[in-house]
C-alpha cells in the first residue's frame, strides 16, 4: 500500500527527516508514536502529497506522491491534527460541501450518528465543543469511504467514552479492510489498535514492530507474588521464564499461602523510553 | 470540475457572510457611478469658478483606468481575504487533499474571482466610461489589470499570517495603482522611476498607444506570478 525509501526531508536547511524506510501493507492499522515535534505530522504530509519537496521513495498505492492525480484524492481520507471545518456553517452544511468535492459519497445522518451528532448537526461549528469539532472533522474524513486513511491524533481532546468511540469507528474501517495510518502519542490507543508501530524521534524511525513484538522483545515478563510470613506481608518477583527454579513460589502454591500474583509486562511506555532515550509525553 | 465550481461558490458563500467583503466588492461599482456622474458635473462647476475650458478632462482616461483596474483589486483582495480566513481555519490545507488539490484550489479561489472581476470591470468601462475605448484597447488594459490584480492577491495570502495583517497588506499593496498617474503627471525622463509597475506601462500605453508599452506591462505583470505562486503553494503544507 505504501513504500517509503531513503525519504529525506526538511522545512528548513536543517536536516529534519533523515532516512526513512519502511512499508505499510493493504489492511492493516500502521501507528507513529514518537514525543511532540519528532515528525509524525511532517510525515503524514508527506504522504498525503501536501509536502512535494522530499528526497526518496514515496509510492502510495504504487505512485509516487510528488504531484499526485486528482483520483488519488477520491481514494484517501485525511483528519488532520487541527479541525478544519467552516465555523460559520452548520456541522450538516460542513459534511454536505466536502461531500460535494467527491465523486461517490456515503448517506451523511448515519455518519453523524455513528458519532453522536445527529441531534447538533444544524449548530453552527463555532458553538461547537472541542471533542466535538474533533469527532465532526474524524467523520467528514469518511464521507467518500476512502481505501486508505491518515488520522493524526485522532482521538486527542476527547473524553473516554468519546475516544472509545472513535477507537470502535476505527476498528470497525479495519474490518472493512481499509488501510489506517494512525498517529498518536497516546500508547495505550497505539497498544490496542495498531498492528505495527513505528518509534519515530527528531525525524528518523528507531524501532518498528508490532506492539507486542517490540514488548516481547525486551523480554521482561516477569511475575510478582505477596505472601505472608511473621506476620509481614512479602513481596517477590521472578522471571516468567523461570518460576520453576522459584521454590519459595512452588512452596507457596502447594502450601495455599500466596496472597496475590500477578504477572506484570512492561509496556510500550517503557519500551521507548528504553529503545529512544525519550519520553512519550 | 465539480470539486473547482463547489469550492468556488463556497468563496462566494463566505463573501455574502461578510458585510466588509460585500462592500469591497461594490465599492467599484460605486466608484464607477461616483466617475461617471459626478466628475463631469464637477468639471464644470470648477471651469466656470476658474473661468477655464478644462481641468480635469485631460485626465478623464486616468479615472478610466482607475475604474478598470479597481474591481479586479478590490475582488482579488476580497479573495485573498477568504483565503486567509480558510487558512486560519486549516482548510487550504485540507482542502488541499481532497480531489480539489492545491492548483484547484488556487484556480478556485483565486483565478475564477480574478477572471469574473475583469469580465466586471470590463462591464464598467462600458458603462461609466468617461473617454472613447476601442475594444482591443479595453481588452489589452484589462488582461494588464487581471494580471496585476492577481498578482496583489498571492502577495497578499504569502505575506499575512490573518486577515488583519492582511488587510495591512492590502493598503501596502494598493501601491500598484501608483503608476497609472504617472504618465499623466510626471515629466518625460522622470516617469521612467516607475518602470517596475505595470500599471505605469498599461497607463503609458493608454496614454500614447504604443504596442511596446502595453507588451512591457504585460510581460512585467505576468513576470510577478511565478515567485508568488511558488511562494503561496510553499505555504500551503
Ligand atoms: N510548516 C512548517 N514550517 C516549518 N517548520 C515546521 C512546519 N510544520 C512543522 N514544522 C516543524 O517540524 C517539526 C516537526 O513537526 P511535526 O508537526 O511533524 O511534529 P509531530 O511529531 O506531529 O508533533 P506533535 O506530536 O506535537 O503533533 C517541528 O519542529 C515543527 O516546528
Ligand atoms: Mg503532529
Redesign the pocket.
Known amino acids: 500500500m505504501i513504500q517509503v525509501e531513503n525519504l529525506h526531508f526538511s522545512?528548513?536547511k536543517v536536516p529534519?527527516i533523515q532516512n526513512m524506510n519502511f512499508a505499510v501493507h493493504s489492511g492493516e492499522i500502521f501507528g507513529f508514536l514518537?514525543?511532540?515535534?519528532?515528525?509524525?505530522?511532517?510525515?503524514q504530509?508527506i504522504l498525503t502529497g501536501l509536502i512535494g519537496t522530499y528526497q526518496g521513495n514515496v509510492l502510495v498505492q504504487n505512485r509516487e506522491v510528488k504531484h499526485p492525480h486528482k483520483d488519488f484524492y477520491e481514494t484517501i481520507g485525511v483528519d488532520f491534527?487541527f479541525p478544519s471545518l467552516y465555523e460559520k456553517l452548520t456541522a450538516r452544511e460542513n459534511l454536505r460541501f466536502f461531500a460535494s468535492l467527491y465523486k461517490k459519497t456515503l448517506p451523511l445522518e448515519p455518519l453523524l450518528e455513528s458519532v453522536g451528532l445527529a441531534s447538533e448537526a444544524d449548530k453552527k461549528v463555532a458553538e461547537y465543543s472541542k471533542g466535538m469539532k474533533s469527532r465532526l472533522n474524524f467523520i467528514k474524513s469518511l464521507v467518500h469511504e476512502p481505501q486508505l486513511l491518515f488520522l493524526?491524533?485522532p482521538t486527542s481532546g476527547l473524553d473516554p467514552s468519546n475516544a472509545r468511540l472513535v477507537k470502535d469507528l476505527i476498528l470497525e474501517q479495519k474490518a472493512k479492510g481499509r488501510t489506517i495510518i494512525l498517529?498518536t502519542?497516546n500508547m495505550f490507543d497505539a497498544t490496542e489498535l495498531c498492528d505495527r508501530v513505528a518509534f519515530?524521534v527528531d525525524?528518523s524511525i528507531r524501532a518498528l514492530d508490532s506492539p507486542r513484538n517490540l514488548i516481547m522483545k525486551r523480554g521482561a515478563h516477569q511475575i510478582s507474588y505477596t505472601y505472608q510470613s511473621e506476620g509481614l506481608e512479602h513481596q517477590r518477583n521472578v522471571g516468567l521464564s523461570t518460576t520453576a527454579d522459584d521454590m519459595m513460589l512452588q512452596m507457596l502454591i502447594k502450601e495455599n499461602h500466596l496472597l496475590s500474583i500477578h504477572s506484570s509486562e512492561p509496556n510500550l511506555n517503557d519500551i521507548f523510553s528504553e529503545l529512544t532515550g525519550r519520553r512519550l509525553q | 470540475m465539480k470539486a473547482l465550481v463547489q469550492s468556488f461558490f463556497m468563496v462566494f458563500r463566505q463573501v455574502r457572510k461578510d458585510s466588509m467583503l460585500i462592500m469591497v466588492c461594490f465599492a467599484s461599482v460605486l466608484a464607477g457611478l461616483f466617475f461617471r456622474f459626478a466628475i463631469p458635473r464637477l468639471e464644470t462647476l470648477l471651469c466656470t469658478y476658474f473661468m477655464k475650458s478644462s481641468i480635469l478632462e485631460p485626465h478623464y482616461r486616468l479615472f478610466d483606468l482607475v475604474l478598470n483596474l479597481l474591481a479586479p483589486y478590490m475582488l482579488c483582495f476580497a479573495a485573498s481575504m477568504v483565503m486567509l480566513d480558510e487558512y486560519d481555519q486549516n482548510m487550504t490545507r485540507y482542502l488541499s487533499v481532497t480531489p480539489l488539490k492545491k492548483s484547484g484550489y488556487i484556480v478556485s479561489h483565486l483565478v475564477i474571482p480574478a477572471v469574473l472581476s475583469t469580465v466586471v470591470s470590463m462591464i464598467l468601462v462600458v458603462a461609466f466610461h468617461l473617454t472613447v475605448w476601442s475594444f482591443l484597447d479595453l481588452v489589452a488594459v484589462s488582461i494588464v489589470s487581471l494580471l496585476s490584480a492577481f498578482s496583489v492577491a498571492l502577495f497578499i495570502f504569502t505575506f499575512s499570517h490573518n486577515k488583519l495583517e492582511g488587510m495591512a497588506m492590502a493598503k501596502l499593496s494598493g501601491c500598484i495603482l501608483l503608476g497609472l498617474p504617472v504618465p499623466f503627471f510626471v515629466q518625460a525622463e522622470l516617469q521612467y522611476l516607475f518602470f517596475a509597475f505595470p500599471s505605469f506601462w498599461i497607463a503609458k500605453f493608454s496614454k500614447e498607444g504604443h504596442v511596446v508599452f502595453f507588451l512591457v506591462a504585460f510581460i512585467l505583470s505576468l513576470a510577478y506570478i511565478p515567485p508568488f505562486l511558488h511562494k503561496v503553494e510553499r505555504k500551503i503544507?
Do not use: C, L, Q
Not at chain 1, 514518537?34 to 510525515?43: E, H, I, L, N
Open positions: 522545512y528548513t529534519f514518537g514525543p511532540s515535534g519528532a515528525g509524525k505530522s511532517t510525515v504530509k491534527e493524526d491524533e498517529t502519542h519515530i525525524g | 503544507v
